[in-house]
């Protein structure tokens, strides 16, 4: 008389194999990544996210999709059935080439590219987005994909609504009353101490500091935008239409003197510019003194470059005589100085840098 072994040898004999199938119940496309959740055990969501990363390295993903709707059968198909697999097969197997051979092998030869280019970026603001949430709200990064997913999701959105509070931020302190943002700030400190000891107020927190410190970077660059918002191009016919000051909040400022009647001598020019550029083109026949002061951002004279932070800059000739000299004063809190002999984009086919990159021929060597 055979006894039966009591190790669990009969119970696993008599378990039905595991079968890999495409699921019905849980299918996006073909339901094959919730098939795969089902055999490993596993949450679909993940099957479903290496799919589509794999689907910008070359193409993989979806190659390997495809094979799987080809190979892998469904659920409620019976086994020992060739010829519904023929039948079944037979298409997907004509679309796998045509898509494999038109469209994805010309990524092949790109796909690590638009990986680094794409997914890295990719991942690292799902990183940003789960880590901010965490800040606001004090929910970890833990749980499921999709409470991960979701925490990402809401904190890229926490990120976006600190990048608008920061460009209104700039132009409320930039334009006035500039009492108004640390009156804000100010009210934000007081919500969050004293509601610490009962329900902290996390969620503000990251708004006060963004506030805090583009309005305060703002107040200590000294940038104001009292010259009102916009474009400006001047192009006076003569030194009386020229003025010696020119104001502009935000934009780009615009003074041609190419046209301009200028007399022999000094001629005082002062522009000054909150946000944006101030940019200057005169005739080569004209000498120029610079005295420029940016904040943050550039100076640009005759093609050279002078960029940073607080970048101060002199350059004083003396005129030839017989020419003019323009005594250019610039003041940009955040943009840039230009000073130039043409009015050349950089991205117009008729630009030439060299243009601009010329000495100063009426200045005395």
Known sequence: MAIAPRDGTLERMNETPKKLTRSRADRVVGGVCGGMGRYFNVDPLFFRIGAVALAFVGGAGLLLYLAALVLVPNEDQPDGDPTAVQQRNRGLVIVAIVVGLI???????????????????????????????????GEGPSGDAG??????????????????????????????????????????GVAIVGTAFVRPLRWLVLPA?????????????????????????????????????????????VVDLRDTNLPAGDVPLDLDVGIGEARVIVPENVCVAT???????????????????????????????????????GDVGVGEVNLRHHDYEVFEENFDPLDDVTHQGACDA
């Open 103 to 137: 469209v994805v092998f010309p990524f092949l030869l790109g796909g690590w590219l638009v990986l680094g280019a794409v997914g890295i970026p990719l991942a690292v603001l799902v990183a940003a987005g789960v880590l901010v949430w965490w800040l606001v709200s």
């Open 291 to 329: 005295v420029a002061d940016v904040r943050m951002g550039n100076i640009r004279l005759f093609g050279h470059d002078h960029g940073g932070v607080d970048v101060d800059y002199q350059d004083l000739p003396d005129a030839r005589p017989g020419h003019t000299r323009l005594l250019l004063k």
């Open 209 to 253: 500091v963004t506030l805090a410190l583009s309005g305060g970077f703002v107040a200590a660059a000294d940038i104001h935008a009292d010259g009102g918002v916009g474009n400006r191009h001047y192009r006076p016919a003569s030194s009386a239409d020229l003025r010696e000051h020119y104001e502009l909040g935000i934009g780009q400022l």
């Open 147 to 188: 409470d991960i997913a979701r925490r990402a999701a809401l904190g890229v959105a926490v990120l976006i609504v600190c990048a608008v509070i920061a460009v209104l931020a700039v132009f409320v302190t930039a334009i006035g009353p500039t009492w108004l943002i640390p009156a804000f700030v100010v009210l934000a």
